[in-house]
């Protein structure tokens, strides 16, 4: 596949990097994930909404088996997720993860925050490790704060930091949980910026946001989900123009008219 | 439209003295601390005196003098100066004396050989080394063999059993009392279940029972030919009572450290000893290190018990040394005495643990 140049067929035509079958999830009683289905395909942007409680990030979090589940199943780029150590491992070297609250290693400055898992899983040397970290660091626009540490910095560059840190490992995907949503207005759009970059290099990205102007202008498709379940899924046009159920209807009315 | 000229800087206004000011706001602020303040007053002018008289006015301070000459007016520091070796090295030979000397000395030399290189790449690399083989070579001077002449434990005593004990207790309670901590949080029921049955059982007893326990009781696993070195009965007791204690500290910190922590370090692909070592121990021990101390000042109180199964630390040396016909009589000296050294170097630790506090919270939160 990586033959393909073109990366609008790359997008449209290839393989499922994730693929998630008959999941179901409980926290206890509570059925917090219910049958839920949904492929992915190399190179797709998905953006995931749905009010608050309905299990997005229940969702993103059990692709790189944050959370466990009960029933289903999920295989990320070939590989079924079990219980194995070592299989758990493996994906998550090679899934990023960008948190709502950055979770920035507090201990550490920035460079060393960014080349940690570079350096302790995937063996690369200190050397090459801060190059790439260094590159990445200029690229969303912090590079002259590399020896600071994360409580120097504001809300806007720590995520960037965050972001550059997912980015160091060269995953194929990215997951986003709510990236935007701590952030003070002001910041909100430094990180978007960075992210619409991101988009459009092709990498395979599954993103939980509120921030439909973003959605409308990077997401390949569209996810709403409520109570659990993934209620209408649609290519971005659509989703906005022509929702089918009333709760999305519902959803957009309350969100678009904030 | 109003345009509002730049206003000039004043400092604040002074009507009253400092002093004045310190003075009403702390000590005659209402009328229960006015009360309380002279109650103080009236305490210190009872106190004061005859304890300044007995130290130091009507004190002795001829250091040749001998218990008949000094008076028993007041204190006799003579009696300090001529058994000041044994308060130092207890029954240690005289000729030996130089390896206890270049134990404190290769200590103090690492101590300042650490703080020059702070900024060094390998300081970390160092002071691991340091914690790996300085005890090696501290038995090796103190106890002797390949060469040296071999000094048997009961030869012991004084500061240097004190910090002896104090120090074993500290450097071995500490490893341990992570893994107890991480075996608490641990998932594996097992691990966990032995864990709190350990902290919980030992936080319940005494020391002065364990350490009764470890000199009583742990021979008889052993042997009936075989002899069980008393200070090292003595030295496991204490290792075990304080990995209790250092085990609950740092679980506290490990508590909070936030679930974000974790769950970043899981998302990255590091392995449960990478995430434990990297990130989550290095902040919780961060947070532990004012309650660290503390519970390494509470310990070195302690080490004075050693002496109730018949070790001579410092305290047992009062003892010792007043038994002696010639200094018959003298024990408040000597309790003053080591009183005074005690506070020094607990003095001392408090302070810089303050120093490694501020310096930690400056640096990053
Ligand atoms: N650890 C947990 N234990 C029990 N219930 C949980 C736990 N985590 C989440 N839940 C419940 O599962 C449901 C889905 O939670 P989730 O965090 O996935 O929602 P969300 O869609 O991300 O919401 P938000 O927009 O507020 O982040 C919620 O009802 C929540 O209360
Ligand atoms: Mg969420």
């Known amino acids: 596949m990586s033959e393909l140049t073109n990366k609008e067929i790359d997008k449209k035509g290839c393989c499922d990097i994730i693929e998630i079958n008959g999941l179901n999830k409980w926290y206890g009683d509570f059925h917090a994930l219910k049958s839920i289905d949904l492929k992915v395909k190399e190179g797709e942007i998905i953006v995931v909404c749905g009010p608050s409680g309905s299990g997005k990030s229940t969702l993103i979090r059990c692709v790189n088996f944050l959370e466990k589940f009960q029933e289903g199943s999920i295989i990320v780029d070939g590989t079924e997720l079990t219980d194995d150590v070592k299989k758990i491992r493996q994906i998550r070297s090679e899934v990023s993860m960008v948190f709502q609250h950055f979770n920035l290693f507090p201990h550490l400055n920035i460079i060393d925050n960014l080349t940690l898992a570079p350096i302790w899983v995937h063996n690369k040397t200190k050397q090459k490790a801060r190059e790439k970290a260094l590159q990445l660091l200029d690229r969303v626009g912090i590079k002259d704060q590399a020896n600071k540490y994360p409580n120097q910095l504001s809300g806007g560059q720590q995520q960037r930091v965050a972001i550059a840190r997912a980015l160091c490992t060269s995953p194929k995907i990215m997951l986003f949980d709510e990236p935007t949503s701590a952030l003070d207005p002001e910041m909100i759009s430094e990180v978007l910026d960075v992210m619409v970059d991101l988009a459009k290099e092709g990498i395979t990205m599954v993103c939980v946001t509120h921030e439909m102007g973003f959605a409308k202008k990077v997401a390949d498709r569209i996810i709403f989900m409520d109570e659990g379940q993934i209620v209408e899924e649609n290519d971005s046009d659509a989703f906005f123009d022509n929702p089918e159920s009333d709760r999305l209807r519902l959803f957009l009315d309350q969100i678009l008219s904030q | ?365």
């Open chain 2, 1 to 365: 439209m109003a345009i509002y000229p730049l206003k000039e800087t004043k400092s604040p206004p002074q009507s009253q003295i400092k002093a004045v000011v310190w003075l009403k706001e702390n000590l005659f602020s209402s009328a229960l601390n006015i009360a309380l303040t002279f109650v103080a007053l009236y305490l210190i002018y009872l106190l004061l005196p005859p304890i300044l008289n007995w130290t130091i006015f009507n004190a002795n301070f001829d250091l040749a003098a001998d218990n008949q000459s000094c008076g028993r007016e007041g204190a006799c520091w003579a009696f300090i100066n001529s058994n000041l070796k044994m308060f130092i090295y207890g029954f240690y030979p005289q000729e030996e004396l130089w390896r206890v000397n270049t134990m404190f000395g290769i200590i103090v030399a690492l101590v300042v050989f650490g703080s020059l290189i702070k900024e060094s790449q390998y300081r970390a690399h160092y002071i691991i080394g340091s914690f790996l083989i300085y005890p090696v070579i501290a038995f090796f001077l103190l106890h002797g063999g390949l060469g040296l002449e071999v000094v048997e434990t009961d030869k012991w005593g004084g500061l240097t059993l004190t910090v002896v004990v104090a120090a074993v207790g500290i450097v071995a309670s500490f490893p341990l009392g992570i893994l107890f901590a991480l075996g608490r949080q641990s998932e594996m029921r097992i691990v966990k279940f032995i864990s709190v049955i350990y902290i919980e059982f030992v936080r319940g007893v005494p020391l002065i029972t364990i350490l009764f326990m470890a000199s009583v009781v742990l021979p008889l696993f052993f042997s009936a030919g075989m002899d069980f070195d008393k200070l090292l009965r003595a030295l496991i007791g204490i290792t075990l009572f304080q990995t209790a204690y250092i085990a609950e500290v740092i679980r506290g910190g490990l508590q909070a450290i936030p679930k974000g922590q974790y769950e970043a370090a899981d998302a990255s692909g590091l392995s449960f000893m990478q995430k434990t070592v990297l990130i989550i121990l290095p902040q919780a021990l961060k947070i532990s290190i004012p309650n660290i101390v503390g519970s390494f000042i509470a310990l070195f109180k302690d080490t004075t018990l050693v002496l109730i199964i018949g070790l001579f630390d410092m305290l047992a040396i009062v003892g010792a040394a007043t038994s002696n016909s010639s200094w018959l009589g003298r024990e408040a000296e000597g309790y003053v005495f080591v009183a005074m050294v005690i506070w020094v170097i607990l003095y001392s630790m408090s302070r810089y643990s303050k120093k490694l506090e501020t310096r930690f919270s400056t640096e990053h939160k």
